[in-house]
């Protein structure tokens, strides 16, 4: 196995946990019959990925959700709890996973995010484990709606891989999307799907990483 000097790692569900049904059901309530079409975990419809991309507004995105739904009285309030219905949080001991890696390798988070997720998860971990943001755990955190681009494109990965002078070859990214790990392999990193079976920890022990 070629020297490992660099790890990539995704946010969801490889740290921070999340949960594509939960928003799914809480979108079906919302009046969306399609939800587990058009928003899931192998795909989504062109709203959700303008909104990964810093595309549009939350407000644009909320509407986004009222034409949807055909519902133009649905407040911010139901919109936002629905969309943050799939943020479960950061299970205890990978922080510590993230230290132990940091200490050993040039480590970097690469996550599709969008604005109104991305401050959920910055208040569970502040409130949770006191920690203001991902930054003390990174060399750099990359999130997908401040890059305008999103994964499962090449110019997001390259984007990391370039501005951090990483070897490729010298990389592994970590993913639970499988269609990530496609892209990350054809630019000859190294990948690791992450799943319930697979965790984190269970990576870092497989690649003898600590």
């Not at 629905?82 to 200490?103: R, Y």
């Not at 070897?167 to 993913?175: E, K």
């Amino acid at each position: 196995m070629q020297k490992i000097e660099n790890i990539i790692l995704d946010y969801g569900n490889v740290i921070f946990m999340i949960d594509f049904i939960k928003s799914q059901d809480a979108f079906t309530q919302l009046g969306i019959s399609n939800a587990g079409e058009i928003f899931a975990h192998h795909g989504q419809i062109t709203l959700f990925d303008d909104f990964d991309k810093g595309n549009i507004t939350p407000d644009e995105f909320r509407d986004g959700i009222r034409e949807l739904t055909n519902n133009s009285g649905l407040t911010d309030s139901e919109i936002d709890n629905a969309w943050n219905a799939l943020l479960i949080g950061v299970p205890p001991g990978k922080h510590e996973l993230l230290l132990g890696l940091q200490a050993k390798f040039r480590t970097f988070l690469l996550s599709n995010n969008n604005a109104i997720h991305y401050a959920y998860c910055m208040r569970h971990i502040q409130e949770e484990y006191g920690i203001k943001d991902n930054t003390i755990f990174f060399e750099r955190a990359y999130y997908s709606h401040l890059m305008g681009m999103r994964k499962p494109e090449a110019n997001i990965f390259n984007a990391v891989l370039d501005e951090n002078r990483l070897i490729a070859g010298n990389t592994l990214f970590v993913d639970d999307s499988p269609q990530h790990l496609e892209t990350a392999s054809l630019l000859g990193m190294h990948t690791a799907l992450c799943t319930k079976e697979n965790p984190l920890d269970k990576i870092i022990k497989d690649w003898n990483l600590l």
